[in-house]
T-cell receptor
Framework: DAGITQSPRHKVTETGTPVTLRCHQT?????MYWYRQDPGHGLRLIHY???????DKGEVSDGYSVSRSKTEDFLLTLESATSSQTSVYFC???????????????FGEGSRLTVL | AQTVTQSQPEMSVQEAETVTLSCTYD???????LFWYKQPPSRQMILVIR????KQQNATENRFSVNFQKAAKSFSLKISDSQLGDAAMYFC??????????WGAGTKLIIKP
């Protein structure tokens, strides 16, 4: 199993408060991703990273920021949480071989965030 | 923009029978990857099978196989000899040239004992 851990696994917070979710990997993979999962929408990409300090926006990036100061950690921050950000958040990393990024993702166990 | 459509929100199958989950996608790219992922109640996503668009041969992994029809932009998953442990949400996904996965909304598979 790929070594990916997410923290916290569950969090309840109030509207307007900042929240940071952490994703930690032990695989030394270059690509890391943050997704949110909501009923009827499947997985939607929030932000992704292709290296230390190299990040880019996904399809639902508004209200979220990320940081990657070292290979193993990818942080997702909600500067001011809203109820619409209540969701399950998944971190993922991409498998890489000598040929590059294969596109196969390994996922963390998810973080359930509830914004009241 | 690329899109992935799974038209079956829920499917059920008798244990030991065969079931096919549908997936269609839209793209103008000629070279890409397609995936089926499984999400059991434990919530963790697991790769089931992967297909490279330039390969005409359908991918197979034990009881799981795909029917890849590139011209029709169709990528269905066939599960043979269904087992109780196959019960899960199944997601079809397309990898674009920016290495971003585009996901379908998922199909819930129920296995009847």
């Amino acid at each position: 199993d790929a070594g990916i851990t997410q923290s916290p696994r569950h969090k309840v917070t109030e509207t307007g408060t900042p929240v940071t979710l952490r994703c930690h990997q032990t695989e030394n993979h270059r690509y890391m991703y943050w997704y949110r999962q909501d009923p009827g929408h499947g997985l939607r990409l929030i932000h992704y990273s292709y290296g230390v300090k190299d990040t880019d926006k996904g399809e639902v990036s508004d209200g979220y920021s990320v940081s990657r100061s070292k290979t193993e950690d990818f942080l997702l921050t909600l500067e001011s949480a809203t109820s619409s950000q209540t969701s399950v958040y998944f971190c993922a990393i991409s498998e890489e071989t000598s040929g590059g990024n294969t596109g196969e993702l390994f996922f963390g166990e998810g973080s359930r965030l509830t914004v009241l | 923009a690329q899109t992935v459509t799974q038209s079956q929100p829920e499917m059920s199958v008798q244990e030991a029978e065969t079931v096919t989950l549908s997936c269609t996608y839209d793209t103008s790219e000629s070279d890409y990857y397609l995936f089926w992922y499984k999400q059991p109640p434990s919530r963790q996503m697991i790769l089931v099978i992967r297909q490279e668009a330039y390969k005409q041969q359908n991918a197979t992994e034990n009881r799981f196989s795909v029917n890849f029809q590139k011209a029709a932009k169709s990528f269905s998953l066939k599960i043979s000899d269904s087992q109780l442990g196959d019960a899960a949400m199944y997601f079809c996904a397309y990898l674009n040239s920016n290495y971003q996965l585009i996901w379908g909304a998922g199909t819930k598979l129920i296995i009847k004992p």
